[in-house]
């Protein structure tokens, strides 16, 4: 596994497991574990994806059967957007998520959507971050002038900021950005959500074939070949299995180049602009 040392110091691994729409407790329990026992030691929920104490449940029970260590682990948690009206709100749901996950810290803290009151919000996971109970900060869904003008306010620059990348949504002048400001990216979505035909796609099977790999996998080390993180997610051990088995192989210039060519400048996943999804995202309650 390879890692990428975020602006703080603190190293994370590239490539980790996630648990959005997993919200059923038994599932995610199971899920969590056997990712770990896979080898996946970054592991990425959210207070909104209601399964932080199944992800607890499973990481305690790795621990205890000596799969890995909590200090091997790098556990990443979400404060959704009723939390971030207020400093305070934002500090008390780390807390909540810490008793949730049944861990003393954990090691990147996000704010989940730009929304509501987001620099009291972030002023609120800082002060969790100088406690110690969090040793990284950062954001999710922050697009490129959000991103800027937060940068410029804050007394920490975000060490991650987590958006939609894949072929199909590369969004290069974001990872400009980041770059910029020293803001290490993660791709949520990394498969598209399987949308686009992407895992029988004839450029990346092609690729696939020539590599020895599946078309997923191609698409995964793509990303990680841009110095993007990704948190890839699966219920199935083999496709666990696979989507981790991407360190032996490297895509060429010329493969890389015929990837770009996917792009479609924009999502087709979620719309951070329409009006109605941000209405939406603030009526829900955690």
């Not at 110690?132 to 959000?146: E, R």
């Not at 993660?186 to 598209?192: F, I, S, V």
């Not at 029988?200 to 993007?228: F, H, M, Y």
């Not at 210039?253 to 015929?258: F, I, P, Q, S, Y």
Request: net charge negative.
């Amino acid at each position: 596994m390879e890692f990428i040392t975020l602006n703080n110091g603190t190293k994370m691994p590239i490539e980790g497991f996630g648990v959005f729409q997993i919200p059923d407790a038994v599932q995610c329990e199971e899920v969590t574990y056997n990712a770990i026992k896979t080898g996946y030691r970054l592991l990425d929920t959210a207070a909104a994806y209601m399964n932080e104490e199944a992800v607890g449940r499973g990481i305690a029970r790795a621990v205890s059967d000596g799969i890995t260590t909590r200090e091997e682990l790098f556990v990443t948690t979400k404060v959704w957007v009723s939390d971030q009206k207020t400093e305070e709100t934002a500090y008390n749901a780390v807390k909540t998520s810490l008793k949730k996950l049944d861990l003393d810290y954990v090691d990147l803290i996000l704010l989940h959507q730009p929304m509501s009151d987001y620099f009291a919000a972030y002023r609120g996971i800082t002060k969790a971050y100088k406690e110690g109970i969090v040793k990284a900060i950062g954001v999710a869904n922050f697009y490129p002038a959000i991103l800027a003008n937060l940068c410029e306010n804050v007394e920490i620059i975000p060490a991650v900021n987590q958006v939609e990348l894949h072929p199909f949504f590369q969004q290069e002048n974001a990872l400009a950005l980041m770059k910029e400001y020293g803001v290490a990216p993660q791709a949520w979505g990394p498969l598209a959500e399987g949308k686009h035909g992407i895992f029988t796609d004839p450029v990346l099977t092609e690729i696939g074939s020539r590599c020895g790999k599946s078309a997923a996998q191609v698409v995964l080390r793509w990303n990680v070949q841009r110095g993007v993180s990704i948190i890839p997610k699966s219920v199935h051990v083999q496709r666990m299995q696979q989507n981790l088995d991407i360190w032996d192989f490297t895509l060429t210039d010329e493969e890389m180049a015929e990837i770009a060519k996917k792009d479609l400048g924009h999502s087709e996943i979620v719309d951070h602009n329409d009006p109605g999804f941000v209405k939406a995202l603030n009526g829900m309650k955690v």
